[in-house]
């Protein structure tokens, strides 16, 4: 039994729209925008469906799942990106099979990610993720620690620092959300002033893009509005 996967192209069509207008309504020009498509729980079939639209790129939030997906999708060109918590006993996992770690949050995660792809030979770009919620459920560093951080991270060699990431606080006020996105964006620009190259800021999910966008995203991560509900997901 296949899946219909044809819901795939209008949805991509649609976001990619959205996100367009989201751009023009900030003053934005589209093309600073991108798009990584969040692909967790969603199995190989959807993805291969996705890649057939074009898409090469997949966010996912547990290592386990790209350890679970990447050997019915190999030959397809994938670059995994990990965008979820990674517990320092994943890096030999994540060096072996991500191109991208958007969820790198303290120096302890550095210092393996750095042993294990010396190990294998490989380099990997890297987020920082910051904490601008004051859930406690979220994690990221926190922003104060941020210019010590960076500087810490020029000693690993196979770690190319390309910006910082953050999850917003789930909120029904968008001053609240936005608030978020702008400290993001503030970190950045101390941390250029400070000598730093950090061209992505990878925020907004498919809820709060626009927010996000609005405030300076470079990179949109979009689950739900590409590969609809996930299961046990709130409606
Ligand atoms: C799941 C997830 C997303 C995508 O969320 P949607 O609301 O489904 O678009 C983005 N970022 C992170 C870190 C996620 O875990």
Redesign the pocket.
Known sequence: MSTDTSYLADNWARIRQRVDAACRAAGRDPAEVGILP?S?TFDAEVIRAAVALGLHRF?E?RVQEIRDKSPALAGCGIDWVV??HLQTNKARDVARLASEV??LDRLELAEALDRRLQHEGRQLDVLIQVKTSPEPSKYGLAPAQLPDFLNQLRSFARLRVRGL?T?AIQSSDPAEVRACFRALRRLREQAVSQGHDLPTLSMG???DFALAIAEGASEV???????GR?PG?PA
């Open positions: 969040v967790k966010g939030n965008i979820g958007q969820s990431m999850l999910m498919s809820g991560r979009i689950g739900t509005a590409i590969f996930r997901a």
